[in-house]
């Protein structure tokens, strides 16, 4: 099993910066790709960044330039500067391993984000 656990979100000011944290434990390496998603209130998860299977990154065009993704073994980081009120929501890292042929994909229980404008 896999387990995930968030932390670093809370209330910042637009403009301002957070810097969100992703541990993860239990039957993991660290070449495991991880990620983040946020959900906006009443939307769908939405991916944000993560690092890939060879070790690159990707975003989502709506935070590039503005939220960088990092890890440090099993921790993965999400640096948010110039948040908008926009990126209010629940925060969610993610853990891709595979098995075989298949992928399994394991959640942490989210950080909350608010933004005031």
């Known amino acids: 099993q896999v387990q995930l656990v968030e932390s670093g979100g809370g209330l910042v000011q637009a403009g301002g910066s957070l810097r969100l944290s992703c541990v993860a434990s239990?039957?993991?390496?660290?070449?495991?790709?991880m990620g983040w998603y946020y959900q906006a209130p009443g939307k769908q998860r939405e991916f944000i960044a993560t690092?890939?299977?060879?070790?690159g990154t990707n975003y989502a065009d709506s935070v590039k330039g503005r939220f960088t993704i990092s890890r440090d073994k099993n921790t993965v980081y999400l640096q948010m500067s110039r948040l908008k009120p926009e990126d209010k929501g629940v925060y969610y890292c993610?853990?891709?391993?595979?098995?075989?042929?298949?992928?399994?994909?394991?959640w942490g229980q989210g950080t909350q984000v608010t933004v005031s404008s």
């Open positions: 993610d853990l891709r391993k595979m098995v075989g042929t298949s992928v399994y994909q394991y």
């Open positions: 690092f890939t299977s060879g070790g």
């Open positions: 239990g039957s993991t390496t660290s070449i495991n790709p």
